[in-house]
């Protein structure tokens, strides 16, 4: 557990969860989402929970990217906020 | 969502990247007893490399190879080997679930009995995963219109 | 200060948590509604894994097995201090599926939210269904 | 084998639901025969169980052979074999029913239909069931997502009302979770009854405060008492009239169920009314959610929003006598489920016969409805007397213990409450009867013959005769109501009262 | 009034998180109850009792299998959920 990396991993995984909820346009919202996925995956492999991440990995920055953006194409990328 | 588009860099790596994570899924699965991954995590891999073949090639022509009624069977029939296996304990004469009567049919001790439960088990997560996450997908991408 | 420091991973959980909730009930539009929730659940689960990690040397939860006997170990020579605490890592596991599984429905939903009313905006929703009980 | 009964009351379903396909290809309408037949077994399972708990005590089942807190069990008492009689039995019940009114609601879906509504099923024997914190929230979200599909295939803008309900109802199940990981963190055990034991010496801890607060938020939201309540008219009103008949006698029950059991059994009883006032907090919400619920229930045209707000008052009846904690009140709360259970599915299965008949569900339309339908409407009258509390009906008698347990806890003003309500649920269930009952169809002079000759028009019997099992099990409840109290509801009593 | 009623309902989760923060274990900590009351005999037991050195598969699979039996069921609903809000052709 190296501290220094934790709190970074930590800092950026605050950014992206801000800036997934508060940009304007879903498409990017999916993508923001997914790379906050991605780096919740680090953070859970730096604490030593190898499984959860791999699953958060595969599933979180994966699939349900997928997911969200085959549900846009069929939608709308417009948002209000 | 996904038609035909002809993109010939983007389907030879699909042919090229599609055996292999489809390989690295089984590997996932099958040394789930010794190193990180399992059943869930393999069964999303292979959904991965389905989804990737669905976006590289078109929708109409992988649905045609595996068609709604294999892909409901599978999600079902995964869940099946879960519940098969629970009832299987029960009619060995132990409780749901309790994989070391299965020594009683398998040639190996009640330890190595559950460790061949666990896997057991882990290939009905698999496949389940696998088909319902492949389902979704192609629900979401069709949009009804398969 | 040094609470702050000793604990900043629960500060952050709370924050995040913060954040993903604000997201569900403040936001307009239904797709950022399931951000939110996306969000909400991750924390969560960061809020389980850090109660698992042990400080002093534990390992990851894969018992360090002795080539000799096919990877397993001699029974009684591994102590809890050495490893992870695997229960949490277990729970979560079922906690990352319950939370693709509610994801793909809440998607699928959208998509025929849309379809109804050809906007995903939460009040222009509710004006649509205003007109429709009025008429 | 019967020592497997609680094994296969949850698998039974489960596995069916996957054979359902099967079953659907070959004939699409032998399904439901199919769900029929497993509800008839699961419901006679429960029964067995149900005798078990009476002769030998508590059931002990440890899934996996492994002996708690490593493996989870299942913990078999008199509430939960109660609960899962009540289950089973309304559920059977209500899938006979449902056969008419799906055929002519969802024709194209009946397979995938009758597979989720299994897998509901399940989810709710699962909560009730288990005597796991954690499989709690595995079956919790089980029975919500199978719930949220099944709401959104209703009537126009079902959808929109199951959204909400996904965004409500994950933060509730969040909630939930999030308290089962703070009692994690300071007990480090998951099952309820070890977990009960170890939490004692804790009480003083903020952590455990936090832990209870947190569960007992979520399960309200699940529960939808009153200021957590956005989600419940909506989702009930639109569902499939089947599903809302089987949700909203089943759904806040079963969430009420693990209200009592987060009460009772993990915390003990002496925690929330002496540590923490939350019990009293309880009350008082339970309190503005009876009167809130009736209020807007009156202000209602569609009956079955109607009854969807009225569905949240009378959880406020099972909050208030779960939040009083006294011998009288907690009786009321649990014959109060039964009565529930009997009463909603009575009156939502007569709201989904008037749709299959004329189409909609406005009040003002129901002219006449009496000559035409005098079955159903008499079974949707002997509901009414039961939400009033009119007495050989069992509303009565739920009413009359919670009246007792307030008088107990010298809460004058709950006894105003629950009186208060009554003449409420007066006034909007007469309100319909009165319409139904008493207002004719103006005659057409201008037309040869003016006036309209009265024919018998009835549901079909398959759904006809549900609505009257339901109607008479009112009755038969609250006649024998001295003998279930008796018999089961005096066990589920803790002894510290 | 939307984002009031969220900033509030969010103000007072934190502050009830907040509050009860300073009283739980320390992070890391190796002697918290629950790192000392379950879970060791997992730890310690799971090799030898399932053979599986993996102890998250062990607890998963077999300690805690019901669980990943409902785990597998939320999965098949979420299936069938789609197949029944999406699909337009009824499957023959």
Redesign the interface.
């Known amino acids: 557990m190296i501290w220094q990396l934790d709190l970074i991993l930590l800092l950026l995984v605050l950014i992206t969860g801000i800036a997934a909820l508060s940009v304007r346009d879903l498409l990017s919202s999916a993508i923001i989402l997914g790379a906050y996925s991605f780096l919740m995956c680090l953070l859970w492999t730096e604490m030593g929970a190898v499984d959860v991440a791999f699953t958060e990995a595969t599933v979180g920055a994966g699939v349900s990217t997928v997911f969200f953006v085959a549900a846009i194409y069929h939608t709308t990328r417009r948002t209000k906020d | 969502m996904i038609r035909r588009n002809d993109d010939l860099i983007i389907e030879t790596l699909a042919r090229l990247l599609i055996p292999f994570i489809q390989a690295f899924a089984l590997y996932v699965l099958f040394l789930g007893h010794y190193s990180p991954g399992g059943g869930f995590q393999g069964g999303v891999l292979v959904a991965a490399s389905l989804i990737l073949l669905i976006i590289a090639f078109d929708l109409e022509k992988t649905t045609k190879r595996f068609s709604e009624k294999f892909n409901v069977i599978c999600n079902g029939g995964g869940v099946f080997i879960y519940a098969g296996i629970g009832l299987l304990c029960i009619l060995l004469g132990g409780n749901l679930l309790d994989y070391s009567v299965l020594s009683k049919i398998l040639p190996v001790g009640p330890e190595e009995a559950r460790a061949l439960g666990i896997l057991g088990v882990e290939i009905g997560v698999e496949i389940t995963v696998a088909a319902c996450l492949v389902s979704i997908f192609i629900d979401l991408a069709a949009n009804g219109e398969n | 200060m040094d609470?702050i420091i000793?604990?900043?991973?629960?500060?952050?959980y709370?924050?995040?948590?913060?954040?993903?909730?604000?997201?569900?009930?403040?936001?307009?539009?239904?797709?950022?509604?399931?951000?939110?929730?996306?969000?909400?659940?991750?924390s969560?689960?960061?809020?389980?894994?850090?109660?698992?990690?042990?400080?002093?040397g534990?390992?990851?939860?894969?018992?360090m097995?002795d080539p000799h006997l096919h990877?397993?170990?001699i029974?009684?020579t591994?102590?809890?201090?050495?490893?992870?605490?695997?229960?949490?890592?277990?729970?979560?596991?079922?906690?990352?599926?319950?939370?693709?599984?509610?994801?793909?429905?809440?998607?699928?939903?959208?998509?025929?939210?849309?379809k109804?009313?050809g906007?995903?905006?939460g009040d222009e929703?509710v004006e649509i269904?205003k007109q429709?009980t009025a008429s | 084998m019967s020592s497997n009964y609680p094994a296969f009351i949850i698998m039974v379903p489960f596995v069916s639901a996957l054979l359902i396909f099967v079953i659907g290809w070959w004939n699409k309408k032998l399904s439901c025969g199919l769900v029929i037949a497993v509800l008839a077994a699961v419901f006679l399972l429960s029964i067995g169980i149900m005798k078990d708990v009476i002769a030998n005590g508590t059931i002990r089942y440890w899934l996996g052979g492994w002996e708690p807190p490593w493996g989870i069990e299942y913990a078999v008492d008199y509430l939960n074999a109660f609960m899962l009689v009540i289950i089973s039995f309304v559920s059977l019940v209500v899938t006979i029913y449902s056969k008419k009114s799906i055929e002519k609601e969802i024709p194209d879906k009946i397979v995938p239909f009758y597979s989720l509504y299994l897998l509901l099923i399940t989810g709710l024997m699962g909560i009730v069931i288990t005597g796991d914190l954690f499989n709690v929230f595995v079956f919790l979200e089980i029975a919500a997502i199978s719930c949220y599909a099944l709401i959104a295939v209703g009537r126009k803008g079902a959808s929109y009302s199951s959204f909400k309900y996904i965004v409500m109802g994950t933060v509730g199940a969040s909630f939930y979770l999030l308290g089962v990981g703070y009692i994690y963190l300071v007990t480090g055990s998951l099952n309820m009854l070890d977990v009960a034991e170890l939490l004692p010496p804790l009480y003083d801890s903020k952590v455990v405060l936090t832990a209870g607060v947190f569960m007992l938020v979520g399960i309200g939201l699940k529960m939808a008492v009153y200021p957590l309540h956005a989600w419940a008219p909506g989702a009930y009103s639109d569902a499939p009239s089947a599903v809302s008949a089987l949700i909203a006698p089943l759904m806040t029950k079963v969430a009420a169920y693990l209200m009592i059991r987060i009460f009772f059994t993990v915390f003990k009883p002496y925690f929330f009314v002496d540590v923490i006032p939350l019990a009293s907090i309880l009350t008082w919400i339970a309190a503005v959610s009876v009167i809130a619920g009736s209020i807007y229930a009156i202000a209602q045209s569609d009956l079955k929003k109607m009854l969807s707000y009225s569905v949240v008052a009378q959880i406020g009846y099972i909050a208030l006598g779960i939040g009083l904690a006294n011998k009288a009140g907690l009786t009321g709360a649990v014959l109060h489920i039964l009565n529930e259970a009997f009463t909603k599915g009575c009156v939502f299965m007569v709201a989904g016969a008037i749709i299959y008949k004329t189409g909609s569900c406005n009040i003002v339309g129901f002219k006449d409805l009496y000559r035409k339908m005098p079955f159903t409407m008499s079974a949707f009258l002997i509901g009414a007397f039961s939400m009033v509390g009119i007495p050989p009906t069992c509303g009565f008698f739920s009413k009359l213990y919670l009246i007792i347990g307030s008088i107990d806890a010298k809460q004058w003003i709950f006894v105003a409450v629950l009186l208060t309500s009554s003449i409420l649920n007066v006034i909007y269930f007469f309100r319909v009867i009165k319409i139904a009952a008493f207002e004719d169809v103006i005659p057409d002079y201008s037309r040869t013959t003016p006036y309209i000759t009265y024919r018998l028009d009835e549901v079909p019997l398959s759904m006809l005769i549900p609505i009257l099992v339901m109607a008479a099990g009112i009755l038969v409840c609250g006649i024998f109501s001295p003998e279930i109290i008796n018999t089961v509801i005096q066990h589920i009593i803790p002894a510290s009262f | 009034m939307r984002q009031f009623l969220g900033f509030l309902v969010t103000m007072v989760t934190a502050a009830l998180l907040i509050y009860s923060t300073p009283e739980m274990p320390g992070w890391g900590d190796p002697n918290s109850p629950a790192s000392t009351h379950v879970s060791p005999r997992y730890i310690e037991k799971a090799d030898e009792e399932t053979h599986t050195p993996n102890i998250v598969t062990a607890v998963l699979a077999d300690y805690r299998g019901y669980d990943t039996m409902g785990e597998t069921m939320v999965v098949f609903v979420a299936g069938i959920g789609c197949i029944m809000l999406l699909r337009r052709r009824q499957h023959k």
Do not use: C, D
């Open positions: 609470f000793a604990k900043y991973n629960y500060w952050i709370i924050i995040l948590m913060m954040i993903g909730l604000y997201g569900m009930i403040a936001k307009n539009n239904l797709a950022k509604k399931v951000v939110g929730m996306t969000l909400f659940q991750t969560i689960i960061l809020f389980f894994i850090s109660t698992s990690v042990k400080s002093g534990a390992t990851v939860p894969i018992v097995g990877g397993h170990v029974p009684g591994v102590h809890a201090i050495q490893y992870l605490n695997p229960l949490p890592h277990v729970l979560m596991l079922t906690a990352i599926v319950v939370m693709v599984a509610t994801f793909g429905i809440a998607v699928a939903l959208l998509m025929r939210i849309y109804r009313y906007t995903l905006e929703i269904r429709e």
